[in-house]
């Protein structure tokens, strides 16, 4: 029986910030023959108490060498305290699939989407080796001096503090009160400033930002496709994805690109644009599952390069979970609620048959809207199914489609309430036979318009109820 490897002197749980990938790691390896190499390091993954992995992207020089001879070293510093410390390593096998592998991968093909680079800035394989030895080493000529923490950070993820997050979530009256609740709560909380959710857009496989916050503009209404940047990365594998010191990992990606170039490898020519920060340097990615089913991403960025401790990730993909919970439980709510509480306010506002007209509310007379707000333009824009107002992009798709046929009937009669039940049951609309998201639509459009043409609005009016607002002069053309 072999005798159990004895203890690390410093265990590797102590190095959590050496595996962030903020300071660039030396690799040195020694082929057969004794000739030594040195190479820098992007990032070293933690595997487990004894284990850690190299990211093998390219066959180079350390490759080869540790495939003579498995035995390597590496050097880390931390980017908390700058101490430096050296691990003797054993190269025990290279993995092309699993978690481990999945979870570098996702990463790596975050800073690649980011880039431009998605498809030629890839993970080959991950590389497991067994740490030896760790020791720490004293300062040297190149690196930070250490510096002594004697009091610990202050945990942010308590119990008391989740069953605080629990409780706002619990008290949202709507799923657009729990958008707005959650990302307060998790700023105010946990003091992550710049977040946004984005959930299932009209087309398979995009997301759509519904809220945010923390940024100059909401930018409500833009959207990602999977596999683009961390958020479509996260939507596209159903997992978390970390990023920490991202402008340096943008950095080493334009050399990647600058040296593919100059070897004739073809490479996109534009950068995916994302909402938030134009230059994060940390992102953290959480799915938002329930039951199986992805109902969007939550991301935190801030532009401090080590924001998102491992226990961050931790628990915020166990706050997602919560949190699509949540969602879902909103949705279901207000659909039951709606289909037994709009029956009466239908019949008030809705003709009884087909031959009744409706009754409008009273208009709010030409002259007087104008002396309010400038006349508007809206165009529907039939094949693209997009609006625009005074030439400028509203929305499309669904949220075009509703918010046209609001219009149309306030121009035509006046109209002025309408219902969620209303909507559904419009074939015009032609929503999704079996999930159409018209709560989450709406939630869109109603903050579209509010950021983007004060002069048109969706004022909630109760349970699957709504008044719309035009305060301009308005007039409405249909292109082709």
Not at 174 to 180: G, H, I, P, Q
Not at 317 to 335: D, K
Request: proline share 7%.
């Amino acid at each position: 029986m072999t005798a159990p490897a004895p203890a690390l002197a410093i265990p590797l749980e102590r190095l959590t910030a050496c595996f962030q990938g903020l300071i660039p790691a030396w690799l040195f390896t020694c082929a057969a023959d004794g000739t030594p190499n040195a190479a820098i390091l992007s990032h070293v993954d933690y595997v487990d108490a004894r284990h850690v992995a190299l990211s093998f992207q390219f066959f180079n020089k350390s490759k080869r060498n540790v495939s003579e001879n498995p035995q390597a070293a590496v050097r880390l510093v931390d980017a908390e305290s700058g101490q430096v410390y050296q691990l003797a390593l054993r190269l025990v096998r290279t993995e092309t699939s699993g978690p481990l592998f999945e979870s570098m991968r996702l990463r790596i093909e975050a800073i690649a989407s980011y880039s431009g680079l998605k498809g030629v800035f890839r993970l080959l394989g991950a590389d497991v080796y067994e740490v030896l030895s760790v020791e720490a080493l004293e300062h040297e000529p190149g690196y930070p001096a250490a510096v002594r923490r004697d009091t610990p950070a202050e945990p942010k993820f308590t119990m008391r503090a989740m069953q605080e997050v629990s409780e706002c979530l619990r008290q949202a009256q709507s799923l657009d009160a729990l958008l707005d609740t959650l990302l307060e709560t998790i700023e105010r909380i946990f003091g992550f400033g710049h977040s946004m959710i984005l959930l299932g857009a009209d087309e398979p496989d995009r997301l759509t930002l519904v809220a945010s916050r923390g940024y100059p503009e909401g930018g409500v209404g833009s959207e990602v496709g999977f596999g683009e940047g961390i958020v479509g990365l996260v939507a596209e594998a159903r997992r978390p994805v970390r990023v920490s010191g991202m402008l340096r990992y943008m950095v080493y990606a334009d050399a990647v690109a600058r040296r593919s170039l100059a070897m004739g490898m073809p490479l996109p020519t534009s950068r995916i644009p994302l909402p938030g920060l134009p230059n994060p340097d940390s992102q953290l990615g959480v799915p938002l599952l329930a039951r199986d089913e992805l109902l969007g991403v939550l991301c935190i960025e801030s532009d401090l390069p080590y924001r998102f401790h491992e226990e961050d990730r931790a628990n915020l993909e166990l706050l997602g979970g919560f949190v699509a919970l949540a969602i879902q439980n909103a949705l279901l709510l207000e659909r039951a609620e709606t289909r037994a509480g709009e029956a009466e306010a239908a019949r008030a506002i809705a003709p009884t048959t087909p031959s009744t007209p409706t009754t409008p509310a009273a208009p709010i007379p030409d002259d007087a809207r104008a002396t309010r707000r400038a006349p508007m333009v809206a165009e529907f824009f039939t094949h693209e199914e997009c609006v625009l107002v005074d030439g400028e992009y509203l929305v499309r798709s669904l949220p075009a489609r509703i918010l046209w046929k609001l219009l149309t009937e306030h121009e035509q009669d006046g109209t002025r309430e309408f219902t969620n039940r209303r909507l559904r049951l419009d074939k015009s609309l032609a929503l999704p036979p079996v999930k159409d998201n018209l709560e989450t639509r709406l939630i869109l459009l109603r903050r579209r318009l509010a950021e983007r043409c004060p002069g048109i609005q969706m004022i909630p009016a109760g349970r699957g109820r709504f008044r719309l607002e035009v305060t301009a002069a308005l007039s409405l053309v249909r292109r082709p």
